[in-house]
Nanobody, 130 residues
Framework: QEQLVESGGGLVQPGGSLRLSCAAAGLQMDLRTIGWFRQAPGKEREGVSSFGRAVLIGRPDARALYAESVKGRFTISRNNEKDTVDLQLTNLKPDDTGIYYC?????????????????WGQGTQVTVSS
């Protein structure tokens, strides 16, 4: 059975940072595109960042994808030692509050559309508040 598990959420003040991790069981991360999504209270789930399969297997012409609202503040990366895909959140704002999910898709290129993702984690709460 395929599983994804997120960790690293918490309560942070505006301007602060968090590092989220996505670990997998029953699937090989480097054979999937991995995405990070978030859902704020009363809002629809939105794509935050995605790491295409090509990036995960080390192709130099591949790239990560970011939502406009997080560009320059969030960074997605592969942790080969821990076999995770991490999302570094910096300069956090109250609007970044929500449940953050990682998901896996059987596509090659990064994509922020949730409809392409078939395996989802349970989510980790991020709260940005003073």
């Amino acid at each position: 059975q395929e599983q994804l598990v997120e960790s690293g959420g918490g309560l942070v003040q505006p301007g602060g940072s968090l590092r989220l991790s996505c670990a997998a069981a029953g699937l090989q991360m480097d054979l999937r595109t991995i995405g990070w999504f978030r859902q704020a209270p009363g809002k629809e789930r939105e794509g935050v960042s995605s790491f295409g399969r090509a990036v995960l297997i080390g192709r130099p012409d591949a790239r990560a994808l970011y939502a406009e609202s997080v560009k320059g503040r969030f960074t997605i990366s592969r942790n080969n030692e821990k076999d995770t895909v991490d999302l570094q959140l910096t300069n956090l704002k109250p609007d970044d509050t929500g449940i953050y999910y990682c998901a896996a898709a059987r596509i090659n290129k990064p994509n922020l559309d949730a409809k392409f993702y078939e395996t989802w984690g349970q989510g980790t709460q991020v709260t940005v508040s003073s």
